[in-house]
């Protein structure tokens, strides 16, 4: 370039130095702390990346913003992977960021942190928000692999309990790109199709990385919108996931999941075979009562027909009584009619006198003379005989007292 | 299946009511005859109900025209294997 040189326009200088710096740092990976960031509704992100001599500017286009899986921060000391090129309408120097990952923890930890954070300011990890798992589960949803350890596992022990019950799979990808998305969408779809009564989301153990899905925001909402109780089973018993706070139960594994299933279809048979008995031992206790109070008054009740054939062996014993007391009655009046009509006989003044005695009786009042001091010479009597009778006159008076 | 559920739930709270009236103790005879009557045709009706429902796997597919529809699931060459 000399001074004969005609002068170049500022954009034909700003593409020269374009090209220039786009040919030579396609590929970069620069260490700095974000600041200044900016996130528009474009879905772009901008932002100042920074050391303690220099910044530069730096974009993140949506595209690759959407693969973020943490949100980026100010502060955040972080490595930009991209390329760096220049703003045109600015002259600017710009970092083109393909990828952003967190110095020190790793950005999926970070992640993991953030959306637990803005759930459990959600109030989505309450504990009120736990829903009880049915007590009597015929068909269970289940979100995995079709062809993960998972979904055989779960039957395994459903066949070892000897569980009968409806198993629905609703196949998924459970890691890599997508499989969020697909775990979100069979939540939802087998809250209307299968009649599910209970959920079980899961997948075996893996890394971070490989469970990575169930720490997804459209898991975590799709657990949170079923109507159906979902139980979380990802992992070993050491992995925690986002599915698991928002989870109506956390299971270990997808066994211990199989295992709470079963138990409350056996809780349920127990709690049947116990109404069963108390039904039988309630009634006995019923009809024993009842037989109690029953036994004195059935003693006193007896049929019309008993009551009548009673009566009548009542009467005709009576009748039997009757007659023979009537029997008796005329044979003690004739014994005592013999007596008396003896004794009457004995008494008789008629066998007194055909013994050859007399009575005397005064003409007058006809009364039986005692003392001869009550007569008087001339007085006229009448002597019974025991036949006949004689009048005669009293001549003289002896022996008066 | 849904209707199934209903009546097993019903039978279950019939059979539930029926212990209770009965260990309430005070009705006449007749009535806790039926009662008892009642909850013996629930418990065989759970009873039922229970035992019919044999471990069935079914999967959901996307059907044809999209929507999800369920096909018997096959467990895989994988258990056996083992």
Known sequence: ?????????????????????????????????????????????YFTLKDEQGQIRAAMFRGSARSLRFVPEDGMQVVCRGRVSVYTQRGELQLVVDAIDVVGAGGLQIAFEQLKLKLAAEGLFASERKRPLPAWPRTIGVVTSATGAVIHDILRVLERRGVGVRVVLCPVRVQGEGAAGEIAAAIATLNTVGEADVLIVGRGGGSLEDLWAFNEEIVARAIVASHIPVISAVGHEVDVTIADYVADLRAATPTAAAEQVAKSRLELEGHLDRLRLQLASQMRIRIQQIRQRLTPIQQRLVSPQMQLRLWSQKAATLQDRLQR?????RETRQARLSTLAGRLDALSPLRTLERGYAIALREGDGTAVHDAASLAPGDRLRLRLARGVARVTVDEIEGAT | MT????????????????????????????????????????????????????????????????????????????????
Request: net charge negative; with cysteine; glycine share 6%.
């Open chain 1, 325 to 329: 007391a009537t029997f008796r009655l």
């Open chain 2, 3 to 82: 209707a199934d559920k209903e009546t097993f739930e019903i039978a279950l709270k019939g059979l539930e009511a029926a212990v209770q009236r009965l260990e309430a103790g005070d009705q006449p005879l007749e009535e806790a005859l039926a009662c008892f009557e009642e909850g013996v045709k629930a418990v065989s009706r759970c009873q039922e109900l229970l035992n019919q429902a044999e471990l069935r796997v079914e999967q959901l597919m996307a059907g044809s025209d999209g929507k999800p529809v369920l096909t018997p699931f096959a467990r895989s060459e994988k258990e056996s294997e083992e």
């Open chain 1, 1 to 45: 370039m000399t001074e004969s040189s005609p002068p170049l326009r500022v954009s034909r200088l700003i593409e020269l130095l374009k090209e220039t710096v786009e040919d030579n740092f396609i590929q970069v990976a620069v260490e700095g702390e974000i600041s200044n960031l900016s996130r528009p509704a474009s879905g772009h992100l």
